[in-house]
């Protein structure tokens, strides 16, 4: 599996923009980026994923650079509901999701 | 908006004895898997079923464990004989589409916490 790399966590203020950067540099032609974040005491959740365009959608948006080997989810503005692990993955012809360490997303009131 | 349901959310279970773990998908929803989430650490893969049939397992995913559909709604996760390693959080989750589509995401159940004594 194509490795990503994450700050392991951010802190951020309520109300506030939140970018949270992920390093995917032997990424391949065919993986897509997906997002999930966790929530505590529930299960992982779909947030978004695209392939080499910016995305946007009802929850966040995905920025990727042109050469692929970074992305950024942006959540537009905080909210104390936010604060969950955020797990960028790569996903290409495979059934799994294989999730990393994440990083711990924690917003201030 | 529908969403995967699981059963029970918490069970206690004698170490050796055998367990089963209920998920109803997301009705349209074609693909099944489980994940596990050992205390404080990753979200781990277990097994993919598409068809009736197991179409990816990982190495966590041995003989002591199988799956089933047993009708057109419920999917099942059995332990044969539990081991105290085997207390985690379980995760069932089930996504739409044909073939291996690395477009669809997984929509997760909230767990079934597993405690094995």
């Known amino acids: 599996d194509a490795k990503t790399t994450q700050p392991n966590s951010m802190e951020s203020n309520e109300e506030e923009p939140v970018h949270l950067p992920c390093n995917h540099s032997?990424?391949?032609?065919?993986?897509?980026i997906h997002w999930y974040r966790q929530l505590p005491s529930q299960g992982p959740e779909y947030v978004i994923h695209?392939?080499?365009s910016n995305v946007n959608n009802r929850m966040a948006s995905l920025a990727i650079a042109e050469d692929r080997k970074s992305s950024t989810l942006i959540l537009h503005r905080a909210t104390l509901r936010d604060a969950a692990v955020y797990y960028c993955?790569?996903?290409?012809?495979?059934?799994?999701?294989?999730f990393g360490a994440g990083t711990t997303v924690t917003v201030r009131a | 908006e529908p969403e995967v349901t699981q059963t029970p959310s918490h069970q206690v279970t004698q170490m050796g004895q055998e367990v089963i773990l209920r998920c109803v998908p997301i009705?349209?929803?074609?693909?099944f898997y489980w994940y596990r989430q050992i205390l404080g650490q990753k979200v781990e893969f277990l097994v993919s079923?598409?068809?009736?049939?197991?179409?990816?397992k990982s190495e966590i995913f041995d003989d002591q464990f199988s799956v089933e559909r047993p009708d057109g709604s419920n999917f099942t996760l059995k332990i044969r004989s539990t081991k105290l390693e085997d207390s985690a959080m379980y995760f069932c989750?089930?996504?739409?589409?044909?073939?291996?589509?690395?477009?669809?995401?997984?929509?997760f159940g909230d767990g079934t916490r597993l405690s094995i004594l």
């Open positions: 989750a089930s996504s739409e589409g044909e073939g291996l589509d690395s477009n669809q995401p997984q929509h």
């Open positions: 032997t990424i391949s032609g065919t993986d897509y």
């Open positions: 695209g392939l080499t």
């Open positions: 993955i790569l996903r290409s012809n495979d059934y799994k999701l294989s």
């Open positions: 009705s349209n929803h074609l693909y």
């Open positions: 079923f598409y068809n009736n049939e197991i179409s990816e």
